[in-house]
């Protein structure tokens, strides 16, 4: 068994949620053990990945957020969403970037394995079956190893790795997919060796999670920076 702490936030604005999970990356060495995070949004909101340009057809209901991660646009409104961080002398350090994504995918499968349902984690490419989207969805492609059912991609995610530690921030797709609860990912978290013990924030670190927030990620200077 492993010794993880656990933290579940309810409905979040957007950018307190990107400030949360960068903030847990920032204080990674400081919890000393790994960290599952799951959380909801108080609004229909979509993350665009570091990298990507800001996107310009997005329907007004959206709130539109830039991850501290990787990766393409992804719409979070009936979604599970989801973090996971690493310290840095954890034994992630060993394994390729795929092996990451595989690690971190095979356990989101075990809730599919739970429910009868058959799923797959994706070849390079593999083709899919395409659900509605909004703008350049992530979801209408795989990477090796995102989850797929009945050749849809139902989980993906994007990780970031600095010298404080890693951090995956990940998507279970409810819109067209079979739902997953956060009881559901933990329990099968829970399966593959995670002994869990509540994560509890203090009132400074709520203070400076929604200071980063404010000074970052609710900027334009951060959403629109490309």
């Not at 604005?13 to 949004?41: K, S, T, V």
């Not at 395409?130 to 050749?151: A, I, N």
């Not at 790795?161 to 797709?173: M, N, V």
Request: hydrophobic letters at 35%.
């Amino acid at each position: 068994m492993e010794s993880w702490l656990f933290l579940e936030n309810d409905r979040c604005p957007p950018a307190w949620n990107m400030a949360c999970d960068e903030w847990l990356l920032i204080h990674a060495e400081r919890f000393a053990q790994p960290i599952l995070r799951m959380y909801g949004w108080d609004r229909p909101s979509v993350t665009i990945g570091y990298f990507q340009p800001f996107p310009t057809e997005i329907p007004k209901r959206y709130t539109v957020i830039r991850r501290p991660t990787g990766g393409a646009l992804v719409v979070h409104d009936s979604d599970l969403t989801f973090t996971v961080i690493l310290p840095p002398d954890h034994s992630w350090r060993e394994l390729s970037v795929f092996e990451r994504y595989e690690w971190v995918h095979a356990r989101i499968g075990k809730v599919f394995e739970s429910k009868g349902i058959d799923f797959s984690l994706a070849d390079q490419g593999a083709a899919l079956s395409v659900r509605g989207s909004v703008g350049s969805h992530c979801f209408q492609k795989s990477s090796r190893y995102d989850v797929l059912v009945s050749g849809m991609k139902v989980a993906g995610g994007a990780q970031r790795i600095t010298r404080k530690g890693l951090l995956h921030q990940g998507s279970i797709q409810g819109e067209g997919s079979p739902r997953v609860s956060p009881e559901e990912l933990r329990r099968a978290w829970q399966t593959c060796g995670a002994r869990f013990t509540d994560l509890n924030l203090t009132p400074n670190d709520e203070t400076s999670i929604s200071d980063l927030a404010t000074c970052k990620f609710a900027t334009d200077a951060w959403n629109r920076r490309i």
